[in-house]
């Protein structure tokens, strides 16, 4: 998938129905997946211009609801 691929994907996908892995992104900033929910391979944001990129974690923290 493209840089140009992904960052349709998440500016198209509303909140609410994207996947909000978090992720900390170099800087320390927390940011969270914009892609689908559900959505196959790594989880993805967008970083200004560019898509940002990060694999699943194979421990998953419980939710705080
Ligand atoms: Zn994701």
Redesign the pocket.
């Given at each position: 998938m493209t840089d140009d691929e992904l960052l349709l994907e998440t500016d198209y996908t509303s909140y609410a129905n994207s996947?909000r892995?978090p992720h900390i992104a170099p800087g320390e900033d927390l940011v969270e997946?914009r892609?689908q929910r559900g959505?196959a391979d790594a989880?993805?944001t967008r970083a200004g211009a560019r898509a940002l990129r990060w694999l699943a974690e194979h421990t998953h923290q419980p939710l705080s609801a």
């Open positions: 996947c892995d997946c892609r959505h989880h993805a």
